[in-house]
């Protein structure tokens, strides 16, 4: 019975409830963060660490010693061309050194950095300049043309263009020209642009002050994401939030130490890479091995070769690399942290990936977290001790989640699910240029915190475990009954010839939806009827009936987002399509 009490017992913390603090062993729930910038942080780690290597980049490396005067020689050059305070500058660049040592200089010249993906559209860069209202832009060579498209239209001022050789050694360059080099088309010579060696001559040139005062407070970025409710907002996040980020993630992992290494493929632009693969590594004096895009050969060529002692990704990288062929004899034992985000990962492929780390002799198990751009990126994760299946784990030091009705701030007990919000010092300032929106989701409670509240269904237990169950937008609804894809999902990947699937909601006459799942099959499996029924048998077994698929499409490929993710909505998209008779 004193047992039981014990469980029961509510922790709190300034009124917050806070059970899990029992099981935070020697993590500490509480941190005392500096009161500086971004760069200002990876500076003190210069200090302390100036010969430690800083980031490695297709066998370039550079310590940190010459990559803060790297982000000086930048930020100086951004000052020459004409860049001020508070001034937005949009990154459109891979994981490659340009892309990092613009975003610290422009971090430290007190101006805003833009994150976007150099794949977007010329639309979608088109609306992520105007909405950003950015004086100036980065990008490829390769990638020239879309931003001279757009430029007229949006009063783009300066536009710095870089390549993937500017970064390589004598030797690498060679190569790249003659492999990927000859098939960018060259740049007009007429062209308005600083080319990146004349960008930085001109930083050299330069004479005056290059630093601006900033708070920890002050915007610092902006990351574009879906939101809560699936529109494309810019989220504004300071200082403050990446910092405070970082020494959580420091603290609750119990093994990022200094001089070790990440291998950060996850990109740039996204709260995953930017805030745990870039910014949490160097604060660390870890060193980052930069990949500038995801070719899975590639990784595992770089995995096996550089032996880094974390890596990071969304669940469908850890499910592409268990079957990748070469990653048979491949030894392990250098990891000391793996962590899946980005994205829900199911029980089943959690077991495949523990299995499949622990026969190439890794002595750590896959660690989920979870976490939005709202807040960055990771806000919870499994502890290292008392990991509980199914769970995404504790919150990260000074946040604290609660578990509330829907549409309300009252907050539900235990075991009853709900929506999930946060407070802590990760979460965002707000949304850029849409007050109302920050408002339905930034909401004063009671107790006197604003809360985040995040569009995801979850729960907690009572010993302060978190459990996601699915995005509010992305649930079913079915005659009335509740059905979230994710578990759906769980159980299809369970089935023996199932890769990966996907489930979304389709109309239906009297059900108003019904549930389709598609379905990718391993390797050695052929699509057929007899396979499609093995799967419906298989779901009956774990499926309420009404929640069923009413139908099962066997694919060869499941289509991705930009960041990995299985893209549901381009298969709610392409089906709306199929039954509109357009497609």
Same mark, same amino acid.
């Given at each position: 019975?004193n047992?039981l ?6 922790? *709190?913390? !300034?009124g917050?409830?806070?059970?899990w603090l ?9 941190l005392t963060y ?7 942080l ?6 302390r660490y ?10 370039r490396k550079r !310590? ?6 790297e982000i000086i020689?930048?930020?100086k ?7 001020r305070? !508070?001034d937005?500058v949009?990154i ?5 050194p340009q ?7 422009v !971090?430290m010249?007190g101006?805003?950095?833009n994150?976007?993906?150099?794949l977007s ?9 105007k909405?950003s ?8 060579d ?8 757009? *430029?007229?239209?949006?009063?783009l001022k ?11 050694n ?6 790249y020209e003659v492999t ?5 088309q060259?740049?007009p010579?007429?062209?308005?642009i600083?080319?990146w ?6 930083g ?8 601006a005062?900033?708070?920890a407070?002050?915007? $610092?970025a902006?990351?574009?994401s879906?939101g809560?409710t699936?529109t494309?907002?810019g989220i504004l996040? =300071?200082?403050?939030n990446?910092?405070?980020l970082a020494?959580q993630v420091?603290?609750? $992992?119990? %093994?990022i130490?200094?001089?070790n290494a990440m291998?950060?493929?996850?990109p740039?632009?996204h709260?995953?890479?930017l805030g745990?693969?870039i ?15 995801l070719?899975l050969?590639?990784y595992a060529k770089?995995?096996?070769?550089k ?21 048979q004899?491949?030894?392990l034992s250098?990891l *000391?942290?793996v962590? =899946?985000?980005?994205? =829900?990962?199911s029980?089943e492929?959690?077991?495949r990936?523990d299995t499949?780390?622990k026969?190439?002799?890794?002595k750590v198990e ?7 751009t ?5 806000s ?5 001790n008392v990991p509980?299946a199914g ?8 946040t604290?989640y ?8 009252e907050?539900?007990?235990?075991g009853?699910?709900?929506e999930?919000?946060?407070?802590g010092?990760? %979460?965002?300032?707000g ?6 929106e920050? +408002?339905?989701?930034l ?5 006197g915190y604003?809360?985040?509240?995040t569009g995801?269904?979850g729960k907690?237990?009572e010993?302060?475990y978190l459990?996601?169950s ?8 079915s005659?009335?009954y ?7 999902e769980n159980?299809i990947d369970?089935h023996?010839? %199932?890769?990966?699937s996907c489930c ?8 108003i939806?019904?549930v ?5 099959l ?6 057929s009827?007899a396979?499609?029924?093995s799967i419906?048998?298989h779901? +009956? ?7 069923l698929?009413?139908?099962i499409e066997?694919?060869?490929?499941l ?6 993710k299985?893209?549901?909505r381009?298969?709610e ?11």
């Open positions: 019975m047992e009490n014990e469980l029961k017992q509510e922790y *709190r913390v !300034n917050i409830r806070a059970p029992k099981n935070y062993g020697d993590v500490p729930h509480t500096p009161d500086c910038t971004m760069v200002e990876i500076e003190e780690a210069a200090q100036p010969k430690h290597c800083a980031y490695e980049f297709m066998g !310590n940190y010693s010459q990559f803060i005067s020689l930048c930020a050059s951004l000052r020459a061309i004409g860049i305070k !508070n937005v949009t459109a660049l891979p994981n490659c892309g990092i040592i613009m975003f610290y200089a !971090n010249m101006a805003v950095a994150m976007i993906h150099p559209s010329e639309g979608e860069i088109a609306f992520y300049l909405d209202k950015s004086v100036c832009a980065i990008t490829l390769q990638f020239y043309d879309k931003f001279a498209a757009v *430029r007229g239209k949006v009063k300066k536009l710095i263009i870089t390549s993937i050789k500017d970064a390589l004598t030797a690498m360059k060679i190569g990927q080099g000859r098939k960018i060259k740049l010579k007429n062209a308005d600083y080319h060696k004349d960008f930085l001559d001109e050299r040139r330069f004479i005056g002050q290059y630093r005062k900033q708070k407070d002050d915007v $610092s902006i990351l574009y879906g809560t699936g494309t907002k996040l =300071s200082n403050r990446f910092n405070a020494l420091g603290a609750m $992992s119990q %093994v130490e200094p001089g291998l950060a493929v996850m740039i632009f709260g995953f890479g745990i693969g910014h949490t590594v160097l604060a660390h004096g870890c060193r980052a091995i930069l990949l500038p895009r070719v050969k590639e770089v995995l096996k070769r032996r880094p002692n974390y890596i990071a990704g969304v669940p469908t990288l850890f499910e592409a690399l268990l079957r990748l062929d070469g990653m004899k491949a030894d250098c *000391r942290g962590f =899946s985000g980005g994205d =829900s990962l029980m492929l959690k077991k990936i499949f780390l026969e190439h002799k890794c896959v660690r989920e977290g979870y976490g939005l709202e807040c960055v990126t990771a919870a994760i499994n502890p290292y509980k769970s995404i784990g504790f919150p990260l030091p000074d604290y609660k578990i509330c009705k829907v549409g309300t701030t907050e539900v007990p235990y009853t699910e709900g999930i919000c946060l407070t010092p990760t %979460v965002m300032i949304y850029n240029n849409q007050p109302q920050t +408002k339905n989701v909401r004063k409670h009671p107790d604003t809360w985040l509240h995801d269904l907690m237990d010993e302060g459990y996601f699915q995005r509010l937008k992305r649930m079913i609804i005659s009335g509740n059905i979230y894809p994710s578990q759906l159980v369970a023996e010839a %199932v890769q990966m979304i909601g389709i109309p239906h006459p009297y059900k939806q019904a389709k799942a598609f379905v990718m391993k390797p050695g499996y052929e699509k009827e396979i499609k029924q419906l048998e779901c +009956k077994k774990h499926i309420a009936k009404y929640a698929p009413t139908e066997i694919r060869d490929e289509p991705k987002t930009l960041v990995g299985v893209a549901y381009i298969l998209e392409e089906e709306a399509r199929k039954r509109a008779g357009k497609g």
